[in-house]
Every structure is written in C-alpha cells, then in structure tokens.
T-cell receptor, first 114, second 110 residues
Framework: KAGVTQTPRYLIKTRGQQVTLSCSPI?????VSWYQQTPGQGLQFLFEYFSETQRNKGNFPGRFSGRQFSNSRSEMNVSTLELGDSALYLC?????????????FGPGTRLTVT | EDQVTQSPEALRLQEGESSSLNCSYT??????LFWYRQDPGKGPEFLFT???AGEEKEKERLKATLTKKESFLHITAPKPEDSATYLC???????????FGTGTRLTIIP
C-alpha cells in the first residue's frame, strides 16, 4: 500500500508571497493532519480534517489555512509568508474517528522563505 | 494543555550498549501514547502505540513501556542503523491532535 505523499518536496518563496502544499493520504484513510516542524519548536499541530471538515486547529495565525477534498486529499495554504514560516511541513493520515489512532506521516515539504 | 518532555536530548552509545529513553507526559485523558523514529530530512516513522499503563510492545531491538506518567523506549544491543531522533507524542480523547516532545537524538557508534 502506498504511503502518504506530499508535493512539492521543496519550495523557496519570498516574503509576502503565498504557498499551497498538497497531501495525499494512505488509501482508505479519511483523516489528515498537518504539522509544522522547526528546530526551535519541534513538531507543532496546525489542523486536522475529516470528511472535508476541519475538526481541530492549533495555535497558528489565520494566515495558515487548509481544506480537504471528497477523495480525502488535503491542501494547506500559507498567505503573506514571513521568514519565520520556514520549516518542514508534515502531513499525517489516519483512518479517522472510532478507528485505529495511529497517524502515518509523509516525507514533508521543506519550505524556505527568503 | 497536554505536555510531553523527553530526556535526554541527545544520547551517544557504543554499538551493543543498551539504554533507555524517557518520555514524561501530562494529558487530560490519555487516548494513546505514540513513539516515532525520524531520520534527517524525512517524516516521522511510526513505531508503537501504547494505550494503558502496564502495556508493553516490542519491535526488533526496541521495547516501549507505559506508566501513568511516563513511557520508556528501551533499546537493546543497538546497531549503527538505530541512530535517529526518537519522538514521543500523546493524544487525548476527543481529537486527533498529537502533542510531541522535542525528541531524543540517538547516535550509535560502531
């Protein structure tokens, strides 16, 4: 079974621009969560989607948003990029509520803001 | 708010030298405690889920245990390929959010 895939793997953007990252979950998984990983803060939860609905949201500004499509694929968007947004963005998928709770991570998208 | 503290931050061991990594946690209603392994530049790789105090799980040279306040990841006779950062995370009831510790960077010296 194919794992979680994320595109693109690497991105370089300029301050003020916006970016969209994509995540395809494991086949059959309906929940997708997004995390930001930085050397200083570690892994921090951004948001989680299930059945095209955002169920949970972390403590990030409104510049960070996401959505989920009917095929469970998810995108996250960051608008008005800041230097501090440089990070590894990780997507994780799981079966969803009422099922096994293990989350499986993709390889991440490395975003560099200059 | 859920909190996870991992120790030590870094650990260097000789090949074959067994040791343990610690994960202390506070959570209002533990649904599960998760261990992941992360290699540089890659996403975390799932290792174990523990659900209740007293539970133990094993995989090759790794064994994870759980009490009401902490979890241990025991590594027996490690090999250089076990070098990685080991992450602990907790999940409380009612949501999918994982709260992670900052990890233990393990280096096994041949």
């Amino acid at each position: 079974k194919a794992g979680v895939t994320q595109t693109p793997r690497y991105l370089i953007k300029t301050r003020g621009q916006q970016v969209t990252l994509s995540c395809s979950p494991i086949s059959g998984h309906r929940s997708v969560s997004w995390y930001q990983q930085t050397p200083g803060q570690g892994l921090q939860f951004l948001f989680e989607y299930f059945s095209e609905t955002q169920r949970n949201k972390g403590n990030f500004p409104g510049r960070f948003s996401g959505r989920q499509f009917s095929n469970s694929r998810s995108e996250m968007n960051v608008s008005t990029l800041e230097l501090g947004d440089s990070a590894l963005y990780l997507c994780a998928s799981s079966l969803g509520p009422g099922s096994s709770y293990e989350q499986y991570f993709g390889p991440g998208t490395r975003l560099t803001v200059t | 708010e859920d909190q996870v503290t991992q120790s030590p931050e870094a650990l260097r061991l000789q090949e074959g030298e067994s040791s343990s990594l610690n994960c202390s946690y506070t959570v209002s209603g533990l649904r599960g405690l998760f261990w992941y392994r992360q290699d540089p530049g890659k996403g975390p790789e799932f290792l174990f889920t523990l659900y209740s105090a007293g539970e133990e799980k094993e995989k090759e040279r790794l064994k994870a245990t759980l009490t009401k306040k902490e979890s241990f990841l025991h590594i027996t006779a490690p090999k250089p390929e076990d070098s990685a950062t080991y992450l602990c995370a907790v999940q409380g009831f009612g949501n999918e959010k994982l709260t992670f510790g900052t990890g233990t960077r393990l280096t096994i010296i041949p």
